[in-house]
């Protein structure tokens, strides 16, 4: 089965940076397309970045376009989200799985993770 874990959040100031980690089991990301995905306290989740199984074009939300990169290293089996100049708005849990249809409305294929959480305080 495909597994997906998070890692890399914490607690950090506005303005700052973090880098998320999401580990892939079960499923060759040379063949999978992925997303991001992030829930804030009281809300639903919302879609972050997504970026192709073939050639890696990546999609953002308008929230984070311009602040938030999104990269994978399928060698490691592993993806990743750059957050630059975090806001306090960007504090939530983030959580990442493969996705089909990749673009600013992708759907989620396996279960979602524990995933990591993010604060940014003012």
């Known amino acids: 089965q495909v597994q997906v874990v998070e890692s890399g959040g914490g607690l950090v100031q506005a303005g700052g940076s973090l880098r998320l980690s999401c580990a892939v089991s079960?499923?060759?990301?040379?063949?999978?397309?992925m997303g991001w995905f992030r829930q804030a306290r009281g809300k639903e989740r919302e879609f972050v970045a997504s970026i192709k199984w073939d050639g890696g074009r990546a999609y953002y939300s308008d929230s984070v376009k311009g602040r938030f990169t999104i990269s994978r290293n399928n060698a490691k089996n592993t993806m990743y989200l750059q957050m630059n100049i975090l806001k306090p708005e960007d504090t939530a849990v983030y959580y990442c799985?493969?996705?089909?249809?990749?673009?600013?409305?992708?759907?989620?294929?396996?279960?979602w993770g524990q995933g990591t959480q993010v604060t940014v305080s003012s």
């Open positions: 079960g499923r060759s990301l040379r063949w999978s397309s």
């Open positions: 799985n493969v996705v089909s249809g990749a673009g600013l409305t992708p759907t989620p294929e396996a279960a």
